[in-house]
Nanobody, 126 residues
Framework: EVQLVESGGGLVQAGGSLRLSCVAS????????IGWFRQAPGKEREGVSC????????YYPDSVKGRFTISSDKAKNTVYLQMNSLKPEDTAVYYC???????????????????WGQGTQVTVSS
């Protein structure tokens, strides 16, 4: 059974940093792509980063490019999302997701991923 557990969320001031973790279990980690998504109240879910563990390719939309960095530690079955220069508009629940067949090559949506974590809240104060 695929399990994903996010952690690392919290309250931070604008301009600050947080590192989210997504610990995976129940599948061959190196064969999967991992995506990070966020959803703020009243807004659509947005993909903010993905990584293909098979070849290490990553993708970021313009909204977070240069501020967020995704990385993968295969020894720990963990994907990290380093978030710097945080803005109030980054406030959302952040989810990680996994999929065996998706390749991280560009824009992606929630329908590209089959398994999801429970989410972690990130709040950025102004």
């Amino acid at each position: 059974e695929v399990q994903l557990v996010e952690s690392g969320g919290g309250l931070v001031q604008a301009g600050g940093s947080l590192r989210l973790s997504c610990v995976a279990s129940g599948f061959t980690f190196g064969d999967y792509a991992i995506g990070w998504f966020r959803q703020a109240p009243g807004k659509e879910r947005e993909g903010v980063s993905c990584i293909s563990n098979s070849d290490g390719t990553t993708y970021y939309p313009d909204s977070v490019k240069g501020r967020f960095t995704i990385s993968s530690d295969k020894a720990k079955n963990t994907v990290y999302l380093q978030m710097n220069s945080l803005k109030p508009e980054d406030t959302a629940v952040y989810y990680c997701a996994a999929d065996r067949y998706f390749l991280c090559r560009g824009r992606f949506t929630g329908s590209d991923f089959g398994s999801w974590g429970q989410g972690t809240q990130v709040t950025v104060s102004s």
